[in-house]
């Protein structure tokens, strides 16, 4: 089975042997996200709406770099660091899933980095 690594254009080098996406059978494959800038530093330390929104954009390049759209995921891994982010984290979740919801856990975790207060990994079906 071939797989091909997706990497959008502009993407820092990870703190970790891992490519942002990896495609093969038409399943794209989106590596656990993080709320993290070009230098791998947490953006919008102490918001969670905001870093949900972060990372959801990184997802959403990712898979438009391999051809697909948002509509396209079927399945989220979430990571919070803290319940009390849990409504926060849901309401940018639903903007960017309107439509159908795809399937999903979410669980409350340690992060790679105490500031960052989550982390999402994706799967999509890409036609």
């Known amino acids: 089975m071939p797989k091909k690594a997706i990497i959008?254009?502009?993407?820092?080098?990870?703190?970790?042997?891992?490519?942002?996406?990896?495609?093969?059978?038409n399943i794209l494959y989106v590596s656990g996200t993080l709320p993290?800038?070009?230098?791998?530093?947490?953006?919008?330390?102490?918001?969670?709406?905001?870093?949900?929104?972060h990372v959801l954009e990184t997802i959403k390049s990712v898979i438009e770099e391999a051809g697909g759209t948002m509509d396209d995921v079927t399945f989220n891994s979430i990571f919070i660091t803290d319940w009390d982010d849990y409504a926060a984290v849901n309401k940018v979740y639903a903007e960017y899933f309107p439509g159908e919801k795809p399937a999903r856990y979410c669980i409350k975790v340690g992060l790679v980095k105490p500031e960052a207060l989550i982390e999402i990994a994706s799967v999509a079906h890409i036609e």
Not at 36 to 53: M, P, S
């Open 8 to 25: 959008p254009a502009g993407t820092s080098t990870p703190i970790a042997p891992f490519v942002p996406g990896s495609m093969a059978d």
């Open 36 to 53: 993290f800038d070009e230098n791998n530093d947490v953006v919008h330390v102490g918001d969670a709406e905001a870093q949900t929104r």
